[in-house]
């Protein structure tokens, strides 16, 4: 029986429009992800691929749907620490997602080779530039829903702290996409979504925040919070309000107020959560200076010293537990502006043409491209989506 990389490797094709395939990469839930290189250009990229399914099967559509919404969503972020899209292919028998390609392997494998946890002052880092970067796209509407280490990407080196945020194959732009879900099922991953995801409620940004919050607990750990046998199991934990073991029992090595900080990005009840993730970013922020691991950063300068002149905790505590006005003016009296508060959908993002007006040929998110330059009826080539360049090219 062919294994599952031997089937992913069979399927695979030479080339995906003006890419050649060159390596895998990886496998996610929607599909394979190669590594590729322009044929011109000469551009290491990353391809995210989908097989399609039959024409006959139901959730087909939605599925196909979703790759590319998921596409044209991560399109429209240009930010230091999320990857950026470049292209969107699709031919009868794929979809491809072409994407920056980021060399530093996934936080998840970097956990995996570490066999524990992290440092202290690389996974305050990570978790810093993943912050922000889920802000910038919360102030867009758009809520990622599946934030993990496997979805934060290193560049340079596994060793270094540069993130790209990747893979909003289940983001949902907040009144205005189309909620692309599977009757009865749940988007996101288990381990790292909180209740209200799990239990099917609108996503808001502190979906993500709780994600961050269980991702930087993994990364301080090398355990992810719960690790419940089934649905059933985590769902009880979740009811009965059962907290996370607590993280300096699992490593006493993480500072009591950066322990507090994660554990209040992790809180069960949405409501005493924190507030959004660019109060999430700030605090690690102040973490981050108090371990001298952050440059001359003036707004964590005056949270940190109003935090030591009111008590660590209890200033990190008051951040996410105070009425919303009394966190207005805390901030406020630190020079920030009250929208690092807003957890409501922002305004209006740009327009990209519709995708959904399909015309023949291998299409792109912006238009078509020209049909393949050739396609032979041969089996072995039924995932070719462009041909093979001519002898010259």
Not at 179 to 185: F, Q, R, S
Not at 287 to 305: K, N, S, T
Request: proline share 7%; charged share 25%.
């Amino acid at each position: 029986m062919e294994s599952g990389e031997d089937s992913w490797q069979s399927r695979l094709p030479r080339y995906i429009g003006p890419y050649a395939v060159e390596d895998r990469l990886g496998l996610g839930g929607m599909g394979v992800v190669v590594g590729g290189r322009h044929r011109l250009l000469g551009r290491r990229v990353a391809i995210k691929i989908r097989h399609r399914g039959r024409d006959d099967d139901e959730d087909e559509d939605l599925l196909s749907r979703r790759f590319r919404q998921g596409a044209v969503l991560q399109s429209e972020l240009d930010h230091a620490h999320i990857a950026r899209v470049y292209d969107y292919l699709e031919s009868p028998t794929l979809q491809a997602i072409v994407m920056q390609y980021v060399d530093g392997g996934s936080v998840e494998q970097l956990l995996r080779d570490r066999r524990g946890p992290l440092e202290v002052t690389q996974a305050v880092r990570i978790a810093i530039h993943a912050a922000e970067a889920l802000d910038y796209a919360h102030r867009r509407g758009m809520v990622h829903r599946d934030v993990k280490p496997g979805n934060l990407m290193l560049a340079g080196s596994p060793a270094g702290t540069d993130v790209r945020v990747t893979d909003f194959g289940v983001a949902k732009q907040l009144g205005k996409s189309l909620d692309l879900t599977l009757a009865g099922a749940n988007v996101g991953t288990l381990w790292y979504m909180p209740p209200e995801q799990f239990n099917h409620e609108a996503p808001t940004p502190r979906f993500d925040v709780y994600g961050l919050g269980a991702t930087l607990y993994e990364m301080l750990t090398g355990h992810i919070p719960f690790r419940s046998p089934d649905h059933a199991e985590l769902f009880r934990r979740f009811l009965d309000g059962v907290p996370a073991p607590a993280i300096r029992s699992r490593n006493p090595q993480v500072p009591e107020v950066l322990a507090a900080v994660v554990d209040l990005a992790l809180e069960l009840d949405a409501s005493r959560r924190l507030p959004s993730s660019a109060v999430f970013a700030l605090l690690l922020r102040a973490v981050a200076l108090r371990l001298g691991v952050l440059p001359e950063d003036e707004a964590a300068q005056a949270l940190h010293g109003r935090c030591r002149r009111a008590g660590d905790l209890a200033c990190v505590d008051a951040l996410a537990t105070s009425p919303r006005l009394e966190i207005q003016a805390a901030l406020a009296e630190i020079g920030l502006d009250e929208e690092v508060l807003e957890t409501g959908p922002p305004t209006a993002v740009v327009h990209r043409p519709s995708i959904d007006e399909e015309e023949d040929g291998v299409t792109l998110a912006n238009g078509p491209l020209p049909p393949p330059a050739h396609h032979d009826d041969d089996d072995d080539d039924r995932t070719v989506i462009m041909g093979e360049p001519d002898d010259d090219g």
